[in-house]
């Protein structure tokens, strides 16, 4: 038997439209933007508000909301569906970068390009926000995600909680203070910071997207 697009597979990659890593990037990025931007309005009491959207809204690459999009779309889910949960990782990684930034971790004055936050609203605001940022996110998943199960949105705040507390972020954190001016940090150790304190989050950017397409479900049917 023949396949009716068995031509359409053999074609020579050649006539094939090559994939522009660097437009999606930027496409996937100003999609975000917007969403990030509508995602949390000013409201009473204005400053620890415009102190989130202040870090929130700060640029950067938007690499781990592009990844939960690009993964839910793969998997036959819609990007709609996850942008919540997108917007949502973004804000826990804002909320890492804020809580990096402070006298007490990293003692930063500048974060891409422009005062950090706490040398702008003050310590005690930036941590707030910081912790603001990180209720809503979980928050902002539940409530603003539409057409999706219930047990695919319990996953993504279980997975999202996993990365972002001491079994991920926050422990890779605490190692990599204590790791601080020291010279003969070991391989393993060093390992271990990069694999908590970053790719955890990166990690449950791509599998959080999965998961609201159903993806666990489909795996189990195969």
Do not use: W
């Amino acid at each position: 038997m023949v396949l009716t697009n068995e031509i359409d597979v053999a074609q020579p990659m050649s006539s094939q439209q090559e994939f522009d890593l660097q437009a999606f990037l930027q496409a996937g990025k100003a999609e975000v933007e917007v969403a990030l931007d509508r995602s949390l309005p000013v409201i009473y009491p204005e400053k620890i508000y415009e102190s989130m959207r202040y870090s929130l809204l700060a640029g950067g690459k938007r690499l781990r909301p592009i990844l939960c999009l690009a993964t839910c779309e793969m998997m036959g889910g819609t990007r709609e569906m996850a942008m919540p949960t997108a917007c949502a990782l973004e804000m826990v990684h804002t909320m890492s970068l804020i809580h990096d930034d402070l006298p007490a971790m990293d003692n930063d004055d500048y974060r891409r390009g422009r005062l950090t936050n706490h040398k702008v609203y003050g310590d005690d605001v930036a941590i707030l926000a910081g912790d603001g940022l990180l209720a809503y996110a979980f928050e902002f998943i539940v409530v603003q995600t539409k057409d999706v199960p219930a047990d695919r949105l319990l996953d993504v705040v279980m997975r999202l909680g996993r990365a972002v507390g001491a079994a991920g972020l926050v422990g890779g954190q605490v190692v990599d203070l204590e790791c601080e001016g020291k010279g003969d940090v070991p391989i393993e150790t060093l390992n271990f910071i990069h694999n908590h304190k970053t790719a955890a989050l990166l990690e449950a950017s791509v599998v959080c997207g999965g998961s609201i397409a159903g993806a666990d479900a489909m795996i189990r049917r195969v």
